[in-house]
T-cell receptor, first 112, second 114 residues
Framework: KQEVTQIPAALSVPEGENLVLNCSFT??????LQWFRQDPGKGLTSLLL?????REQTSGRLNASLDKSSGRSTLYIAASQPGDSATYLC???????????FGTGTRLQVFP | DAGVIQSPRHEVTEMGQEVTLRCKPI?????LFWYRQTMMRGLELLIY????????DSGMPEDRFSAKMPNASFSTLKIQPSEPRDSAVYFC????????????FGPGTRLTVL
């Protein structure tokens, strides 16, 4: 069964820390992997998309890496800010399917 | 482009009533997805369309749920009759050439069935 897992489920850090969110998936045959942000009561905002041929993508203070062989991706957030507080979701499109399979998310709180 | 548009944003109804959720995808996108999000089960794909044709509805929970896409710019998700356990946030998303491009999500419809 194709599954996506995220660890930790929740994370609380002081402002200014660099942090890493983890995502793992059960099948290395993927089209792409996408990281989303969801604020409470809001929709999903796409942060980064990594194609299967890529190793990483960067946007501002965010950097996402992809290691297909080990079935892992990490989202690195540099110099965290209270405004980064949200739930971060990882989602994978596996080969032979058009479906985006979501992890359960990591709820991040950055306190001043 | 205005992004994916969903209506209504909030819906409160009584058990047994029919509920219709609406979605307008981003122009030019040929894939449309309906998701449901709950605390217990997270984000689940209900059904998706390619070029207005339903491709996979295996996530539709039961016959009370139905979805249509009469044209490239409009889709509906209908629940009839609604039940309290259908209470959730329903998201619509669209994409171009899925597998190569990211999905864009609408703001969601928060459904409460009393």
């Amino acid at each position: 069964k194709q599954e996506v897992t995220q660890i930790p489920a929740a994370l609380s850090v002081p402002e200014g820390e660099n942090l890493v969110l983890n995502c793992s998936f059960t099948d290395s045959a993927i089209y792409n992997l996408q990281w989303f942000r969801q604020d409470p009561g809001k929709g999903l905002t796409s942060l980064l998309l990594i194609q299967s041929s890529q190793r990483e993508q960067t946007s501002g203070r965010l950097n996402a890496s992809l290691d297909k062989s080990s079935g892992r991706s990490t989202l690195y957030i540099a110099a965290s800010q209270p405004g980064d507080s949200a739930t971060y979701l990882c989602a994978v499109t596996f080969y032979n399917t058009d479906k985006l399979i979501f992890g359960t998310g990591t709820r991040l709180q950055v306190f001043p | 482009d205005a992004g994916v548009i969903q209506s209504p944003r909030h819906e409160v109804t009584e058990m047994g009533q029919e509920v219709t959720l609406r979605c307008k995808p981003i122009s030019g996108h040929d894939y449309l997805f309906w998701y449901r999000q709950t605390m217990m089960r997270g984000l689940e794909l209900l059904i998706y369309f390619n070029n207005n044709v339903p491709i996979d509805d295996s996530g539709m929970p039961e016959d009370r749920f139905s979805a249509k896409m009469p044209n490239a710019s409009f889709s509906t998700l209908k629940i009839q009759p609604s039940e309290p356990r259908d209470s959730a946030v329903y998201f619509c998303a669209s994409s171009h050439k899925v597998g190569f491009n990211e999905q864009f999500f609408g703001p969601g419809t928060r459904l409460t069935v009393l």
